[in-house]
């Protein structure tokens, strides 16, 4: 008996964090056997720098849709490790610009080829099944549905009169 599937949707989001904290395990994992020092908390942020390069702990708090706070305790993190600086904006003092140190850069490197890799291993994961091969778009429909309304507006409309 699996109590995630009996239970219908009653626990979406607890099936969604199972399966979540699941496939980051597995990455985790694969960080380790590589020998990489990177930690998967790291990844939103060393992955839009990549992409993007310098960026306002702002711009990362709206690309990524995290809070402000928690991506300035992200950039703190890795600021400690020696991996990211996080400075003044020249034409604007009250921002911070984030960007890679000289081993950030270098870890960057490092874990590049790992995320090919993973890309390639998740997307012949959702070949699998015809089911998956548009999860990331479902999950992007489930995000844009919620952004409209959330849980809580659609509760509190079913309950009043």
Known sequence: MDVYKDSGYLMLGSRLKRLSERILQDVAAVYK???IPFEITWFPVFFQLDR???MSVTELSETLRVT???IVQM???LVGHGL???EKDPGDGRKRIVCFTKKGQR???K???VW???EHIMEGLMQENEHLLNFNETLGELERALDKKDILSRLNKSITP
């Open 84 to 86: 990211v600086k996080s």
């Open 75 to 77: 950039v703190d993190k």
């Open 33 to 35: 056997q590589q020998n």
């Open 111 to 113: 874990v590049k080829p």
């Open 107 to 109: 870890l960057l490197e």
């Open 68 to 70: 402000h706070p928690a």
């Open 52 to 54: 993007r390069g310098n």
């Open 116 to 118: 090919q890799m993973l």
